[in-house]
């Protein structure tokens, strides 16, 4: 059970360019989410799916895009990359259960975008 | 919109000290969950304790014990036995169960460096 894994754990993009970052969970979790950090600050969620073919804007979608194909695997696309996505990236999955568990969200280990 | 307010942005304490860091949140909910979460230099988030809103008394975890306030909407964090690693960086999150997500409102976090 590896739980979330994404790759890559670190890019160095050009100013315009673009990339897919990937993220894959084997726990069966129905909802997923995609997170950014900025250094000192918060997590921020910028997409997520509550189940395969749904998705919905999080706090910070601008620049962003997902697809939600199956249970698994749920892609980040950075179209046109600007220098203002460089951050960290964070995937996660969590049961959305009715019930105690239901916002328990289980991370990944994180990309590392520098836009330059 | 939920907030999630984190006061300290570097603490320190003692090996073998106890430790608070304090959380303070913004919820229009009657029913919600709060999770401290820690990040250490690995920049892996692992979940550290989890409290339920309904429930009156407090989450402990080995050495990790919460302070639930909720008519102050206060969520504190206490470290007893303080180690070298728990070193890191501790986000208190809200869980908001809005539109069916199961967001999480992160808080900008509080360093925490164990002083031997």
């Known amino acids: 059970n590896a739980g979330v894994t994404q790759t890559p754990k670190f890019r160095i993009l050009k100013i315009g360019q673009s990339m897919t970052l990937q993220c894959t969970q084997d726990m069966n979790h129905n909802y997923m989410y995609w997170y950014r950090q900025d250094p000192g600050m918060g997590l921020k969620l910028i997409y997520y799916?509550?189940?395969?073919?749904?998705?919905d804007k999080g706090e910070v979608p601008n620049g962003y895009n997902v697809s939600r194909s199956t249970t698994e695997d749920f892609p980040l696309r950075l179209e046109l990359a600007a220098p203002s996505q460089t951050s960290v990236y964070f995937c996660?999955?969590?049961?959305?259960?009715?019930?105690?568990?239901?916002?328990?969200?289980?991370f990944g280990p994180g990309t590392r975008l520098t836009v330059t | 919109a939920q907030t999630v307010t984190q006061s300290q942005p570097e603490m320190s304490v003692q090996e073998a000290e106890t430790v608070t860091l304090s959380c303070t949140y913004d919820?229009?909910?009657?029913?919600?969950?709060l999770f401290w979460y820690k990040q250490p230099p690995s920049r892996q988030m692992i979940l550290v304790i989890r409290q339920e809103a309904y429930k009156q008394q407090n989450a402990t975890e080995n050495r990790f014990s919460v302070n639930f306030q909720k008519a102050a909407k206060s969520f504190s964090l206490e470290i007893s036995d303080s180690q070298l690693g728990d070193t890191a960086m501790y986000f208190c999150?809200?869980?908001?169960?809005?539109?069916?997500?199961?967001?999480?409102?992160f808080g900008k976090g509080t360093k925490l460096s164990v002083i031997p």
């Open positions: 999150a809200h869980g908001d169960s809005g539109a069916g997500s199961y967001q999480l409102t």
């Open positions: 996660a999955s969590g049961g959305g259960d009715r019930g105690r568990r239901a916002y328990e969200q289980y």
């Open positions: 799916s509550v189940g395969a073919g749904i998705t």
């Open positions: 919820t229009s909910e009657s029913n919600y969950y």
